[in-house]
């Protein structure tokens, strides 16, 4: 079902998609920034509830600067020094964060209107025309998202895209999830678990350092499951570094596999990421404070929790990471499904 929901600052009309199945779940997608607004999920009691932060307007949108919901592109995440070599070539981004590029610049992917290629029911396909040299990244791109609900209650986001030229993609999603509803408290009582044995250490610009260590015996360790809080203000020098969870982990496994899982004992809900990517960036919203949402509602410090399914941080200047080059005429293809069910 389209809707209009509401008008940017400009007068421009933005509209609003709602997606539903027969198990009661919604989700509603906006073709500005084709960014995931709500997730409506029923919990143990059968109650729904909303479990994505958000704006209840465009203007929200427009406006604001922790990429709720957000498609992000080209580049998710940092590239160190905000510049990269590609086929002997030094290309130079916007520095957005310190004197590094943040996920690729203040041109963002999810300030912009994409065009609505299909939609129906259980689907919408968005499609973003990015020029050669768009945020200083060579090459022309369409690039295709589908946000699919499916009828097991699952939110797949499909990626697609072929450049024109060599060039780097590593897209993902921003979305911020409070299995207890969007705008009840933190989520240092929902349990986390990873899968994934090593994680990407970072210096305080939080650009990898290009070593992969072990999560063994360290606050980073998810493999049999732990509440965020747990261990999220320990005197571990990352955990300093990030004010919390802030870094990439490297998932075991290749091809669509489960990455990650969080569970709400208050909701029942819990949800589970699927990816087929090399590397996942949990991000405990350390850097929300006083965020206006949705409802009246105010967001703050580790009120929610980001499960960004990527490429490592500055791929592209680390030999020894996967890479996110992309070459011309090549297919980029990739897909990311968070997954709910209710645990009585």
Same mark, same amino acid.
């Given at each position: 079902?389209?809707?209009?929901?509401?008008?940017?600052?400009?007068?421009?009309?933005?509209?609003?998609?709602?997606?539903?199945?027969?198990?009661?779940?919604?989700?509603?997608?906006?073709?500005?920034?084709?960014?995931?607004?709500?997730?409506?999920?029923?919990?143990? &009691?059968?109650?729904?509830?909303?479990?994505?932060?958000?704006?209840?307007?465009?203007?929200?949108?427009?406006?604001?600067?922790?990429?709720?919901?957000?498609?992000?592109?080209? $580049?998710?995440?940092?590239?160190?020094?905000?510049?990269?070599?590609? &086929?002997?070539?030094?290309?130079?981004?916007?520095?957005?964060?310190?004197?590094?590029?943040?996920?690729?610049?203040?041109?963002?992917?999810?300030?912009?209107?994409?065009?609505?290629?299909?939609?129906?029911?259980?689907?919408?396909?968005?499609?973003?025309? $990015?020029?050669?040299?768009?945020?200083?990244?060579?090459?022309?791109?369409?690039?295709?998202?589908?946000? #699919?609900? #499916?009828?097991? @209650?699952?939110?797949?986001?499909?990626?697609?895209?072929?450049?024109?030229?060599?060039?780097?993609?590593?897209?993902? @999603?921003? $979305?911020?999830?409070?299995?207890?509803?969007?705008?009840?408290?933190?989520?240092?009582?929902?349990?986390?678990?990873?899968?994934?044995?090593?994680?990407?250490?970072?210096?305080?610009?939080?650009?990898?350092?290009?070593?992969?260590?072990?999560?063994?015996?360290?606050?980073?360790?998810?493999?049999?499951?732990?509440?965020?809080?747990?261990?999220?203000?320990?005197?571990?020098?990352?955990?300093?570094?990030?004010?919390?969870?802030?870094? &990439?982990?490297?998932? &075991?496994?290749?091809?669509?596999?489960?990455?990650?899982?969080?569970?709400?004992?208050?909701?029942?809900?819990?949800?589970?990421?699927?990816?087929?990517?090399?590397?996942?960036?949990?991000?405990?919203?350390?850097?929300?404070?006083?965020?206006?949402?949705?409802?009246?509602?105010?967001?703050?410090?580790?009120?929610?929790?980001?499960?960004? #399914?990527?490429?490592?941080?500055?791929?592209?200047?680390?030999?020894?990471?996967?890479?996110?080059?992309?070459?011309?005429?090549?297919?980029?293809? #990739?897909?990311?499904?968070?997954?709910?069910?209710?645990?009585?």
């Amino acid at each position: 079902m389209k809707e209009i929901f509401g008008k940017l600052s400009d007068g421009r009309e933005i509209s609003l998609f709602t997606l539903k199945n027969k198990n009661g779940m919604e989700i509603r997608v906006s073709d500005y920034g084709a960014v995931l607004v709500n997730v409506f999920v029923p919990d143990k &009691n059968g109650e729904k509830r909303d479990v994505v932060l958000g704006y209840d307007n465009p203007q929200g949108y427009e406006n604001g600067d922790k990429f709720f919901g957000a498609i992000v592109g080209r $580049s998710a995440n940092r590239i160190g020094g905000a510049c990269f070599t590609l &086929n002997g070539k030094t290309y130079r981004l916007e520095k957005n964060d310190h004197d590094n590029n943040l996920h690729s610049g203040m041109d963002f992917y999810n300030k912009r209107i994409w065009q609505v290629k299909e939609a129906d029911d259980s689907h919408v396909i968005f499609l973003l025309h $990015s020029p050669d040299m768009d945020q200083g990244y060579p090459g022309a791109v369409d690039i295709e998202v589908t946000y #699919t609900l #499916t009828e097991d @209650n699952g939110v797949n986001i499909h990626y697609h895209a072929v450049p024109a030229a060599d060039t780097i993609l590593n897209l993902t @999603n921003h $979305s911020y999830f409070n299995l207890d509803g969007e705008g009840t408290g933190t989520v240092l009582e929902q349990k986390v678990w990873i899968n994934a044995d090593t994680y990407t250490p970072a210096d305080k610009a939080s650009i990898p350092t290009g070593e992969i260590i072990p999560v063994a015996g360290t606050p980073m360790d998810f493999r049999t499951g732990k509440l965020l809080g747990e261990e999220i203000d320990s005197s571990y020098e990352a955990l300093k570094l990030g004010g919390g969870y802030d870094h &990439n982990w490297v998932l &075991n496994g290749s091809g669509l596999r489960k990455a990650a899982e969080l569970l709400s004992g208050q909701s029942g809900i819990k949800m589970e990421v699927y990816t087929d990517l090399p590397g996942m960036q949990v991000y405990t919203a350390n850097f929300l404070e006083d965020d206006h949402g949705k409802n009246g509602h105010t967001y703050g410090r580790r009120s929610a929790v980001c499960f960004e #399914t990527q490429y490592f941080p500055d791929a592209v200047n680390k030999e020894q990471f996967a890479s996110p080059v992309v070459s011309a005429g090549e297919i980029y293809e #990739t897909e990311t499904r968070y997954c709910f069910s209710v645990v009585s």
